[in-house]
Every structure is written in structure tokens, then in C-alpha cells.
């Protein structure tokens, strides 16, 4: 007996908006304070945002040549097993659904407790309860279908990027004032562009989420490469606009000293008023990010459960709302354990290097799949292959191993937790040839 697919339900304004509400969550309201510490110049901070971005939209790129040549529901996992086999694309999704995903998105749910207590004082366990609240909202809304779901996201999208957009105009159209600061020129430092590269790409975690439903996507050959394109052009578009307004307000020395620097600029320019707006556009932020994760992630484990390496009823499609509604289920339900036990912080801290692992691998299986599976077919080429490939997974390894050896304790607790899904993995396919 064939079981249902999921139908093509999203077009072009849906995949982008997924893209980019996913991604711009908390951090471009953070993440400028620790890449200012790290490069206390202005042209190294734009240096450094306008290389990870690139770096980013080098990845898109890929992606968009697996996603048109295998446009499937579950994405990165689809092509890491086409490119290597089920045993590293089931690695990779249980990575996901043990710590990296799950764990991504309980820490959303997390700061969307603690901007919420900027307007409803809460106590440790009301800020939990607000945070399973959340989740199970927004499980709810994509249970019952993925229309419904991307339109939330949609909302959110627009919600978060007009209170933004209202931060910067408040920023270029007001008084400057940035003072002047003398300052000995920046020596250059590899570690230090490093450390903030680290930080921006975190700032662009998430670039990769259309990948995971584009089996749902119309006209994948087509849409999938310009929502990936589309969005991550007008991610570096943002975080760039956002920076130059921030140093139009704030000098590079201020910026370091202000942990909440949005809102230090809101503050600025538009009082009091100013830091509760930014406070409410974080709060939409995340909940936004935390939608468009949610909806997406989900779609890893359904797939994984159609080729025998999950529960079985994780691949069943609901006869109604049309959606992957166990695996919704299922995932809503560990990431509500996670956000109230609360180890996921410390777990995920040890696991999120590891997903560069699974995004270089990806990127490299365009190189890999040119060669195992030449006759696929491919509406879409990768731009500059096959240097861009190489570039971005370059980078990608290298920032696993400088994990590693920065950080070798939490790294080896990192890589067994991934680790863990090698024995899981002959456990699912013993089980899955009994049945």
C-alpha cells in the first residue's frame, strides 16, 4: 500500500518567507556586541558580516542544485544519504532530533520566555511553562496544515522586519550621534576574525530550512533556487543595514559596552519607547524563528521514518490537513522535554559545532553526486563550481577543527552525542527488515 506525499502547497513568497523569518531571529539585536569586542573596527565589522553572508548565500547555492536535482521532503538529509549513503544522512537527522534541532529550538522558546518577562514579570517556572506554551501553539498551528503554517510565518516575517526597519529609519534619520573616537589603528587578527565569524555565521543559522520542505515547494526546479537566493541576499541586505545603522548611532567602543545594542540605538534615537519596541521585535522575532523552525525541521524525520529509520507512524501524512502530523507531534513533544529540563542548553552548546559537519558535507555532496549520479537532472548548475563548493565546505571544516581544538572537552562530548546515532542506525534497519 502507497502511502500519501505530501502535496506542493508553497510557492515562491512562502519559501522565502520561511527562509528568512527562520533566520532573523534574536541575534541581529545581540551578535554585533560580540563582533565588536572581537574586531573594534568599523570596516572589519562590515568585512566580517558581508564574508559570512557570502559564505552563506556559497551554500545556498548548493543547495539549490540538490534541492532542484532531489526536490524531496527532508532535504539535507536527502542529499547526504544520496551522496554517502543512509548511515550519514540518518546520523545527521538523528543529530537533529536528539540536540542540534530540537535544541535550537527549545532555545528559542527559551528567549521568547525571557523577552516576554520584559512586559509580564515571570518566575522560573511560569517562564518555562511560557516557553512549552509557545511551543505547543505553534505545534499546533502547523499540525493542521502548512498553508496555515506559512502563513503565521509570513505575518511574522513582516511584523519583525517592519519593527526593524522602524529601529534603522529612527537611526539614519535622526540626529548622528556616533562620536568621534581616536583610536590607534586595528592590527589584524585571524583569531579575532574568527571568533566574529563564528558569531555571524550563528547570526545566519538556519539559511538551510527550505531545503527540509522542498517536497512541498510548486515548481521546485524553479522556486527552490530563488527563495534560497532571493532570501539569503536580503539577509546580508538586513544585517547590513542594521550594522551601519547601529555605528551611525553608536561608536565601535559603545557598541562593545552595550550588550542589548538594538536597543541601546532604539533608546537612543527614540527613548524610552524605543528599548520596548525593540523588546516586542525580538519577541516577534523568535517567535517567528521558532515557527519556521518547527515547521520545517519536522519534515528530517518524517522523511527518515518513510525510509524505515524512524517510528512508522512518524511517516504518515494526515488524510485532512495534509501534514507530517506525527512527526509534528514527536518533535513538539522532546523539544517541550527539552525546554523543561533545561540540560538542552548545555547539550546543544556541545553539538551545534557538529552541524558544519553535516552543511560541509552537503555542499561537498554537489561535487560528489557530479560524479556517483552524472544523468540526474539538473535545472540548476551551482555557480562557480567548483570553487564555491570547496570554498564554503573549507571554511565549514575549519571551523569544526578549530572547535575542536579550542574546545576539546565539549567537542569529544559534541561528537559522541552524534556518534550515538551509528548504533541507532543498524537498530532502526534491524528493525525495520523484521517488520
Not at 195 to 222: D, H, Q, T
Not at 399 to 416: D, E, H, Q, R
Amino acid at each position: 500500500m502507497l502511502k500519501a506525499d505530501l502535496p506542493r502547497k508553497l510557492g515562491l513568497l512562502d519559501s522565502t518567507a520561511i527562509l528568512v523569518g527562520t533566520v532573523v531571529g534574536s541575534a541581529i539585536f545581540l551578535v554585533p556586541n560580540v563582533v565588536a569586542r572581537s574586531l573594534p573596527s568599523v570596516g572589519l565589522i562590515l568585512t566580517v558580516w558581508s564574508v559570512s553572508g557570502l559564505l552563506t548565500f556559497f551554500g545556498a547555492l548548493a543547495y539549490a542544485e540538490l534541492g532542484a536535482m532531489l526536490p524531496a521532503t527532508g532535504g539535507q538529509y536527502v542529499y547526504l544519504r544520496e551522496a554517502y549513503g543512509p548511515l550519514v544522512g540518518f546520523v545527521s537527522g538523528w543529530a537533529s532530533f536528539l540536540v542540534i534541532q530540537s535544541g535550537a529550538v527549545a532555545t528559542l522558546a527559551a528567549g521568547f520566555s525571557i523577552y516576554l518577562s520584559y512586559f509580564v514579570k515571570l518566575n522560573r517556572i511560569e517562564a518555562k511553562l511560557a516557553s512549552v506554551l509557545l511551543i505547543a501553539v505553534l505545534t499546533a498551528v502547523n499540525y493542521r496544515g502548512v498553508r496555515l503554517g506559512a502563513r503565521v510565518q509570513r505575518v511574522f516575517t513582516f511584523l519583525k522586519l517592519a519593527g526593524l526597519t522602524v529601529v534603522v529609519v529612527s537611526a539614519f534619520f535622526g540626529p548622528k550621534h556616533a562620536e568621534v573616537v581616536a583610536t590607534a589603528p586595528v592590527a589584524f587578527s585571524w583569531n579575532s576574525f574568527g571568533v566574529a565569524m563564528i558569531a555571524c555565521l550563528w547570526a545566519y543559522e538556519g539559511w538551510n530550512c527550505v531545503s527540509f520542505v522542498a517536497g512541498e515547494v510548486k515548481r521546485p526546479e524553479r522556486n527552490i533556487l530563488r527563495a534560497l537566493a532571493l532570501g539569503t541576499v536580503a539577509l546580508i541586505a538586513i544585517y547590513l543595514t542594521a550594522n551601519l545603522a547601529y555605528l551611525r548611532v553608536l561608536s565601535v567602543p559603545a557598541i562593545e559596552r552595550a550588550d542589548r545594542v538594538a536597543a541601546t540605538v532604539a533608546e537612543t534615537t527614540m527613548g524610552p519607547i524605543g528599548g520596548t519596541l525593540v523588546s516586542l521585535t525580538v519577541l516577534l522575532s523568535i517567535a517567528g524563528a521558532a515557527n519556521g523552525a518547527i515547521l520545517t525541521f519536522a519534515r528530517i524525520y518524517f522523511a527518515q521514518a518513510r525510509d524505515g529509520l524512524f517510528f512508522r507512524a512518524v511517516g504518515n501524512v494526515h488524510p485532512r490537513f495534509e501534514t507530517p502530523h506525527v512527526a509534528i507531534v514527536v518533535q513538539g513533544v522532546w523539544v517541550a522535554v527539552l525546554a523543561l529540563a533545561g540540560s538542552y542548553e548545555i547539550l546543544f552548546s556541545y553539538v551545534i559545532f557538529a552541524a558544519w559537519i553535516f552543511y560541509g558535507m552537503a555542499v561537498l555532496g554537489v561535487l560528489v553526486l557530479r560524479r556517483k549520479a552524472p544523468d540526474l537532472p539538473r535545472p540548476y548548475r551551482m555557480w562557480g563550481y567548483p570553487i564555491t563548493p570547496l570554498a564554503f565546505a573549507g571554511i565549514a571544516f575549519w571551523f569544526v577543527g578549530n572547535t575542536i581544538l579550542s574546545k576539546p572537552g565539549p567537542s569529544a562530548i559534541g561528537l559522541a552525542i552524534v556518534a550515538s546515532g551509528i548504533p541507532a542506525y543498524y537498530f532502526w534497519r534491524r528493525t525495520s527488515s523484521r517488520s
